[in-house]
């Protein structure tokens, strides 16, 4: 029977981690010895990682600190994976949830029976249009969801790739999406040119009914712009899972705007964080065993 | 070309209602020629049909009102139906907005950034199992919606019949899902027999992450069991759209308990109330026309 390849995991040792090698068909063991390393600390970067390795594993989805970091030009023979994909259903599911509520009026705050009917705030998203920025794995995982429930969507994607189930617009073209869209999905990795993506400019193309969600990274919505159009009632609403700045701070406006919802970065809630990556581990270590590309490698000129 | 059955609208003239007639292939006309009746008042009931008419549609999905005035018994030679799945996607909509706001933590009144995580409430509902109580049109319709997001189904109806893509329990049996459920979507209709079904025995024995969601009538929970088990924590929380009393009075304890997430009866909403009935009855006027059942027959043994 042939020996698997020997995977080290760092910066401490974790025998789940080791489990989850073992069911891949790795061996675990010292980092002197391996081949392939998970690294399972967000907040440290590996460092000193010998010749041998050829593969290592990153913890998170985002993985903008190890890139920002200069990690991958350090070790350029070095493959890193991120995490993508991984957490993608659970964080589908909060964009969703963050959809649903505010088109269907359930962050109205009022005691009151009569305030959603007079205020005109009782929506349906079936039969609505929502752009998701970003076909990802979070994307992807949100227009079976979508469907579901009778909308169409439009992917916005930096290829122009096809996407099963939805109509594609490149990036390139993203300003022909606007009008199109009664809500828009935010999906989309944070990088150079994703910054404050949505803008003042593109909040004033949206409808007075849409709603922005955002469960991606933060730096992706001006902030300043997103209260200033959510005071003015010009848009619909926001649901942000994530914030710019974040942790946003007591006393932040978007505490107490009544159409913004925000939950504190919890779309990947912490006890289903590593189930996934432990399930994302064993599939990788597989797959280099055998030879095989893992999942998501990162690409240094993208930034994810 | 054969003329089609003169149908009448009442109480008051209609051209909303006329034209859905002429869609169906009927004639719009007067109650004194008409075999059949439209029937478009909610509060209003019939009276004084002639013998000629066969069949009357009437306006809501539940119809316990013109149950139980005795208006099946009068006329037991005509065919009664009603608005039952005219709506239904549309309020399954509200129904799992309700339960994904509940379980991903949206209902959180917190100013805070730690409030959630450190209350340990940020759940998925993918990859858990809900029991929906009646499994017509709004059950059904709630259940690829369900199985979009990951989520298993068990399905309580009467009959005990197969409902696609769901374990299926007969209502005499209903003991047996409280234990074997992380949630509960009552879509059952307001009869005796529903009355306060979810009640403080059942409530009991749900989990203490479990949601209660209720798009049916308000008459279906005891709500002052449900306001205990609330404010005592026995359960995760309750989504409702339907209330006992109702509408909800001001200073009611609902309102202010941060785990129930209340709106006003807005499931169907009133802008979408009209359009999906104008195509029923564009439907059941051809169904009619042709010799076909209606849809939607009320059974008043069943009381729906």
Redesign the interface.
């Known amino acids: 029977m042939p020996q698997g390849p020997v995977i080290a995991v760092g910066p401490k040792p974790d025998p789940e981690f080791d489990a989850a090698i073992t069911r891949g068909g790795g061996v675990p063991g010292p980092l002197a010895e391996a081949s392939g390393l998970v690294w399972t600390d967000s907040r440290a970067v590996p460092e000193g990682i010998p010749d041998a390795v050829t593969w290592v594993q990153l913890p998170f989805a985002g993985v903008e600190n190890f890139v920002g970091s200069g990690l991958l030009e350090e070790y350029p023979k070095v493959v890193f994976t991120s995490a993508a994909g991984a957490y993608a ?2 964080v589908a ?2 964009a ?3 959809l ?2 505010g ?4 962050w ?2 009022e ?7 007079a205020a005109g705030r ?5 039969g609505s249009t929502v752009a998701i920025i970003g076909a990802g794995g979070i994307g992807r995982a949100l227009i ?2 979508l ?4 909308a169409m969507v439009i992917a916005v994607n930096r290829s122009g790739d096809d996407v099963p189930d939805a109509v594609v617009i490149p990036a390139s073209r993203i300003d022909e999406v606007w009008p199109q869209v009664d809500h828009v999905i935010v999906a989309a990795p944070s990088t150079p040119e994703t910054r404050a993506l949505i803008d003042a400019g593109v909040l004033a193309r949206l409808k007075p009914h849409s709603w922005v969600i955002n469960v991606a990274r933060g730096s992706l919505i001006d902030t300043d712009a997103l209260v200033a159009a959510l005071r003015a009632g010009t848009i619909g609403g926001a ?1 942000l899972d994530v914030t710019d700045p974040e ?2 701070p ?2 932040h406006p978007l ?2 705007i009544p159409t913004a ?1 925000v ?2 970065h ?1 779309a990947n ?4 964080l590593r189930p996934a990556l432990l399930e994302r581990v064993e599939v990788n270590v597989r797959r280099f065993g055998n030879g095989l590309t893992p999942l998501a490698v990162i690409d240094s000129g993208r930034g994810y």
Chains 1, 2 share one sequence.
């Open positions: 259903p659970t599911e909060q969703l949830a963050m649903l509520a088109v269907r009026g359930l109205h705050r005691h009151s029976w009569d305030y959603l009917p009782t929506g349906r998203l079936g079976p969801q469907r579901a429930l009778g649901g942790p946003l007591a006393g505490w107490s919802i939950t504190p919890v809630p912490p006890q289903h």
